[in-house]
DNA sequence: CAGAAGCTATACAAAATTGCATATATGAAA
DNA sequence: TTTCATATATGCAATTTTGTATAGCTTCTG
């Protein structure tokens, strides 16, 4: 334990975190291996604590590494973060946005409003980060989020933009092979495509469902983008967002009675990014459009 | 705006926005002034953007350097944090707990609980950050915080301790030379002691006792510890907590009846801290001794 | 108005960090 | 088993960063 830890030595613990290795992580920061090692050295001098286990092949984090891990990662965060604050200040719209949204929204949703977007502002510089895991904003992860849930934390600027309906769907030569069911049992005899984990969102879902379980899925993914691919291709029954579905006549309607469900969806951002430009621009473009497209009636009844 | 900025770079800005000038910075860094110089002039040539416009007397930020200060105080707050978290690593309750608290929690209520803490466990080093601005726990600004709020942040831990009774009281001597009031309004015919500027408890306090507004108080400041100085000293009749005020015998409670308010109390802590010892008895102890503390039936009826 | 006390900026030497080349060890595959 | 690929560690030179000393500027004060 000594006086202070310097804070470029982070950057390499970050690397070898990431990627294993010394040699890896150099490779990955553009510098050499024998920095790498010194870095870690010295961090582990100036912490009094080891790091990493030199194993045979490679270096093993230790538990403390594990520790110290998210911490070193919150600054990696705010520091790029910082750095895209930076890049728009000045006058007009101009920097780089970075948004978090779901797989589907990211792919299917947003790319057509951030096109959009980029036309009429062509200095600005879009990050797009698909995940389905909840990023922190206050730990500026992201600088927008679009969430299919209410956020629950404080200083962050929130607006409801609608409710996404949900409903079963499957593909017009998938039915000509197997007839539609009729009612909510016969979904027992149909190739069924879900989750592989389970999430919040599916224990929630299934309190409404209880055919929709783990158990019952004939195929499974974790990538919604997955499962649309799937129903696509004819594979077999599946959850879709009715406004996405409606854009493919071969999409066909399951059970719309049965079958319903309806994600609250909100656009999040920090509250204190209000006074940066770029990023209220791009706040409201998104409501506005989010809010158009889920505010069409998706499947006809 | 060149590849990267570098992590270092800031820690010398921070001096500069701290301090207001590099020789200040360098100071109180412990580097020298050129050093700092040509780190803030490697960061602006690295952002693309001016920091500080160079006056007569020292160095004055800019917007931009406003706006990206946040960022890096918040690099510098995870820094100490994952300082913190470094020296409590391997087994036993050792490092260092950064508490949150008001100036009468921490000064009036705290220091003994602190102290059987630390009885039982040498090894914990305390910090004690007094406030009465509700830091950023989220942030890593402290550990675990003291709070008259319930937390609305999620991926905290917290626990409710009790309700502090605030109640109205007077020096035994003030109370010889002006009669206790027996209603409400004789309250305007005293010396009230009260706070300077509004704050979101003073409002809804307002809501309960209209009394009790700025324009009646003849004394006013910020320091709840301030506010108890007064009060000891027979300046006039001022709000105080009952469990407090029931230690010392010469403070007598004014309008028991009209005048009881219970701020509810909370211990809370973030989520990730749950796996380190140190914060976790911390968090124990005081969630313990806070709740016996609160439960005293402060003012004999 | 002179001079002291702040501050920043720069030249040059000292110290430190870094990269390069290389030695060495280990696991996988021929 | 040998060989290859990949890994870490280290000596040494090159580069970069830092500190020292100093010059120049502005403000405040007597």
Known sequence: MKEEVGWELLRSFLGVMQHGSLSGAARALGITQPTVGRHVHALER????????????GLLPTEGALELHPYAAGMRSTAE???????S??????????????EVMGMEVLPPMLTSLRQSHGELRIELVMTNRVQDLL????DIAVRMAAPRQEALVARHVGAAVVGLYAHREYLARHPAPQSPAELQRHALIGFDTDTPF????????????????????????????????GCGIGACQAALASRDPNLIRVLPRAFRYELDTWVTMHEDL????????????????LTAYLSVRGARP
């Open 46 to 57: 100036s912490l009094g604590l080891t790091l990493f286990t030199r194993s045979r092949t």
């Open 81 to 87: 973060a910082l750095r895209r604050a930076a890049s």
């Open 89 to 102: 200040l000045g006058s007009g719209v101009r920097g780089t946005v970075r948004i978090s949204a779901s």
């Open 139 to 142: 730990q500026r992860e992201a």
């Open 202 to 233: 599916l224990r929630s879902a299934r309190r409404a469902f209880p055919q929709w379980n783990r158990a019952a899925f004939a195929m499974r993914t974790d990538s919604d983008v997955g499962q649309m691919a799937l129903l696509r291709a």
């Open 274 to 289: 209000r006074s940066s430009s770029r990023c209220t621009v791009t706040f409201h473009h998104l409501v506005r459009e």
